[in-house]
């Protein structure tokens, strides 16, 4: 019984391993995040300046502190400048769409009246009770849309009273970052000591592997972001659509969501200019929408396996088994579980692959 039990001892000891490992992402990613995220993002621009840093303290001898506060303003005037032109264009376009949007939704209305008023030899011929039927869901629907259309205006109107609660976020993370950039080897040296020699070799690969995973699956994300805005933006502008670069920012954005994608924007822009009578505009539209999604679809797979290391064929095919058995979700946690699999096989907490 004894040998038995020694036999799977190293078995047991690796799923508890797994388990614990699986509880702390979800702890992490779940509850822990929203209180510590200003110190992550600290430490992940600390991590992106700190070349920055040793080169102004090599070349140009000055002390840490120095350096540190020279870069970091450099950083946050160059961010900043960026949120500003970008932020303002933004903020005035919101401002402006929260005053028209009660109009649109009028008009919208009045479009969708005339239309089931034109529509109705559809279905006057139909038995009254489904012809009733039909025109109650029509107008119900149109209910709904004024509902949802007042409850995005105070969204709106949300995002714009928490401005300063950003304000108080942007503060804190720049001092922690400050702190974390002149402190890091300090940092880093305090939680080594507190590490056992025997965890340590281990935790590092998986540190290594999973990090550069983890951010290039964000700077892969961040890269298609960056190519729908600029495709919606060119494309919104040619077009001569009013909030041209809102909208694209919205959407460059809620593409990085697979269960919603750029058709939570497109397709509604293309039903409002369709209703409204303006149909090349629609159609405008539904081409842009179409050259995005292609585009999308060839460079998602490329991108994303090039960033994460791992061969396109097997992003792809990771991105599909894991759409079939999680749905949209799975397009993210596809890549991601297979990478994870090949970090755990290297700290051979599971078997490897036979070599030839």
Known sequence: MNEHFEKYLPIFFRIFMLCLLAIGAYFLCTTLIQYTLPFILGWLIASMIEPVINFLTDRFKLSRNIATFIVITGFVILIGSIIVLIGGIIIMELTALSIQLPEYSKRIYAYSK?????????????????????????????????????????????????????????????????FIARDKRQIKNFFIAHIPRSSLYKGRILKQDLWSALMGYVKAQVILMFITFVESSIGLIIIGLDYAVLIALIASIIDALPILGTGFVYIPLILFHGLSGHYDTAIHISILYGIIIVIRQVLEPKILGKAIGLYPLVTLFSMYVGLKLLGIWGLIMGPITVIIFITLQKINLIPTWKQK
């Open 114 to 178: 005339d239309l089931a008023e034109q529509m109705e030899f559809f279905y006057i011929n139909l038995p009254s009770d489904i012809a009733l039927s039909i025109l109650k869901g029509f107008y119900t629907l149109l209910d709904n849309f004024t509902y949802f259309t007042g409850k995005f205006i105070s969204s709106l109107l949300g995002f714009l009273s928490g401005v300063p609660n950003f304000l108080l976020f942007l503060v804190i993370t720049i001092i922690a970052t400050f």
